[in-house]
């Protein structure tokens, strides 16, 4: 992680916790975190602010991107074995032993001990799976482009309402004034 993305997590977490943290705090901070992949970093600060009520150490911030990274790959595993990953071989696999090599890859992102070969194939999958729409996204993204369509509709009703107050209020204007002036000749 860069001091870039160092420094936007701790402003998060000086928001979070109304706390100003020294120049001196940030340094050693950052020279004990910096090991962090930046998403994983900005992912458990902002876990850490939802379920902390005081500022956390090092090693909570230690802690939760642990968690964070292992749900991560915990989460492309399920994919992958949707995907039939763990049936691979020479010839299909049983499902039993399908489910042992899942279990194994479970056991080795738990203790932290993932292996080449499954982290290149995590990787492969993870470009994978990023450049295809799956069916729930491309739900998604036909209801956000629906709901944008609905929210500009609604900004030009906003807009024509808006021009018509306008007319009413400066007919209202004019014949407020015109009254004022009847009053006057009178």
């Not at 014949?175 to 009178?186: D, S």
């Amino acid at each position: 992680m860069d001091k870039l993305d160092f420094v936007e997590g701790i402003k998060i977490l000086s928001s979070c916790y109304q706390k100003v943290i020294s120049n001196d705090d940030i340094s050693i901070w950052y020279e004990m975190l910096q090991d962090i992949e930046p998403e994983v970093f900005k992912k458990a600060i902002i876990e850490l602010c939802k379920e902390r009520t005081y500022m956390p150490t090092i090693h909570d911030i230690l802690d939760k991107t642990k968690t964070v990274k292992n749900n991560y790959y915990l989460s492309i595993l399920v994919e992958m074995k949707k995907d039939g990953y763990f049936k691979l071989g020479v010839v299909p696999l049983s499902p039993e032993q399908e489910e042992r090599n899942y279990d194994k890859s479970i056991r080795w992102i738990e203790r932290g001990i993932i292996p080449g070969f499954l982290l290149e194939d995590m990787q492969k999958y993870i470009n994978k799976s990023s450049n295809k729409l799956k069916g729930n996204d491309k739900k998604y993204l036909e209801y956000c482009i629906d709901h944008v369509q609905f929210v500009v509709e609604y900004i030009q009703k906003i807009k024509c309402v808006k021009e018509y107050i306008r007319k009413i209020l400066k007919k209202a204007n004019l014949e407020i004034l015109m009254l004022g002036l009847i009053k006057e000749i009178k």
